[in-house]
């Protein structure tokens, strides 16, 4: 039975080398050409999709390591309640939270040598949930961008120095094509598919993505 990742990598790369095709298709329809495959194009696609699988998949058991579980119904429903919420835009209630926070940090003398130097938060499922969503929309896009502007580039002969100009270019269009669809994907990916699932999931979401990436790659 194949290991996890390897079974990962596997459907990753066909569901990417799908997404390039696709890619293809339409740039040559769209130029009213009859189809050829390029496979310098798809190479290069491939070799991407190659590089990022095993760095993405340990990332999705890190995260899920550091924040384990899926939040709860309950948790859920208490946290969209109407008394939270209006607790939330109330300026009382986060002058009282900031309030007790500064009298919580300056413990008494006599209270110094009975507090813990570290002392652990309580985990809920809503919050790992939420912790991941907020490092998937941050740390991970970032990387995962970076990463594909400097790799393409790179396999298409440019110099490291150019590549990273092209990632300040492309910086802002591409992270805000990502960010209108990688938030639905995350909250699928951390409610209800398991960790070893992530990276297939996100690429079969991200079919539609993988056709952008290669029309914006020049396919």
Avoid at 18 to 26: C, H, K, R, T
Avoid at 83 to 112: G, M, V, Y
Avoid at 135 to 157: C, E, R
Avoid at 166 to 177: H, K, T, Y
């Amino acid at each position: 039975m194949p290991s996890p990742l390897l079974a990962t990598f596997v459907q990753a790369t066909a569901l990417n080398a799908i997404s390039n095709v696709l890619a293809q298709l339409i740039d040559q329809r769209n130029n009213k050409t009859p189809f050829i495959l390029n496979t310098p194009a798809l190479l290069q696609f491939l070799i991407y999709g190659i590089i990022i699988v095993p760095p993405n998949f340990y990332w999705q058991r890190f995260l899920e390591a550091r924040y384990p579980g899926f939040p709860t119904r309950s948790e859920v429903s208490a946290a969209f309640s109407a008394q939270n919420l209006l607790s939330f835009f109330s300026p009382r209630s986060w002058l009282a939270f900031f309030s007790k926070a500064q009298t919580e940090s300056l413990p008494s003398h006599k209270d110094k040598e009975k507090t813990p130097l570290w002392k652990p938060r309580e985990r809920t499922g809503l919050r790992s949930f939420l912790m991941k969503f907020f490092f998937d929309q941050t740390v991970a896009s970032v990387v995962n961008l970076v990463l594909f502007v400097v790799i393409i580039n790179l396999l298409k002969g440019e110099t490291v120095g150019r590549s990273w100009e092209l990632v300040i270019e492309d910086f802002r269009p591409i992270m805000s094509a990502r960010l209108k669809y990688r938030p639905v994907v995350s909250v699928l990916m951390y409610t209800v598919i398991p960790v070893d699932r992530r990276v297939v999931f996100g690429s079969a979401c991200g079919v539609i993505w993988g056709v952008y990436l290669s029309l914006y790659a020049g396919v």
